[in-house]
């Protein structure tokens, strides 16, 4: 049984910075990636590497503040948050599929649980 399990949110300051992660178990992926739900909105993707860690893409408003990684051997992704806004501020879903674009189009197979961004002004 596929299980992801994110960690990592929390309450932060406008500017400061946050790492997530989430461990995969039970499957075999050839792309991961981050997703966000804010408070009243629809959920959007935010980022999205290959296993490889070869091929990465974001969204418009984080791309130069996110980072997105893996760690194969851990069967980990990460996402490095720096320069952070209150507009971050969501419930942040980690993502799995064996297909890259579904992960950029937001229908990946798997998701995590969730873990909550907290970014006060």
């Known amino acids: 049984q596929v299980q992801l399990v994110e960690s990592g949110g929390g309450l932060v300051q406008a500017g400061g910075s946050l790492r997530l992660s989430c461990s995969a178990s039970g499957g075999t992926f050839n792309a991961m990636g981050w997703f966000r739900q804010a408070p009243g909105k629809e959920r959007e993707f935010v980022a999205a590497?290959?296993?490889?860690?070869?091929?990465?893409y974001y969204e418009d408003s984080v791309k130069g503040r996110f980072t997105i990684s893996t760690d194969n051997a851990q069967k980990k992704v990460y996402l490095q948050m720096n320069s952070l806004k209150p507009e971050d501020t969501a419930v942040y879903y980690c993502?799995?599929?064996?297909?890259?674009?579904?992960?950029?189009?937001?229908?990946?197979?798997?998701w995590g649980q969730g873990t909550q961004v907290t970014v006060s002004s």
């Open positions: 590497i290959g296993w490889s860690g070869t091929s990465t």
């Open positions: 993502a799995a599929d064996v297909a890259f674009r579904n992960v950029i189009n937001g229908s990946p197979a798997y």
